[in-house]
């Protein structure tokens, strides 16, 4: 599941690509263009830095820029960085595996084989899709609906 954290990131990450390469965002900008709760979105903000997609600079003029083109940044390391490791169950995570409490023999078990297929369907979908990818696609839902209003 992707949790609230992980959508915040992703909209933070987006707005920062709206101002453009090289140019900094503000959590202040960030949490009001966005209507994110600044506090919270300080700690996924280092979350995002600790991980090595963004750099923060202080004072006039400062804020959070990305330390990658956008087309390098995957859903997947941003989803990774603030929630941790996607895995629909522990015995078939590829970073964080731990074997299944209630389960008597991961080599006999029915639903591993249908976990581990999720676990790959998820990992391929947001692994492959970029920001820059959403950020195209996001654009183009937004041009469209304000064009249904200027009809």
């Given at each position: ?22 140019q ?11 209507q ?9 903000m ?17 804020g ?5 083109s ?7 390391q ?45 990992s ?28």
């Amino acid at each position: 599941m992707i949790i609230r954290r992980s959508k915040y990131a992703i909209r933070a990450l987006l707005a920062v690509v709206r101002q453009g390469p090289g140019q900094s965002l503000s959590v202040e900008a960030i949490a009001r263009t966005e209507q994110l709760p600044r506090k919270y979105l300080e700690a996924i903000m280092l979350d995002l830095k600790v991980a090595g997609l963004v750099q923060s600079a202080r004072g006039k003029g400062g804020g959070y820029t990305l330390l990658k083109s956008p087309s390098r940044i995957t859903m997947g390391q941003i989803i990774r960085a603030v929630q941790g490791p996607m895995s629909p169950a522990r015995c078939v995570s590829a970073t964080a595996y731990s074997s299944c409490e209630d389960c008597p023999s991961e080599e006999l078990c029915c639903v591993r084989p249908l976990m581990r297929d999720l676990r790959e369907a998820l990992s391929r979908v947001i692994d492959l899709k970029t920001l820059a990818a959403l950020a195209a696609e996001t654009e183009s839902l937004t041009a469209s609906r304000s064009a249904e209003f200027h009809i």
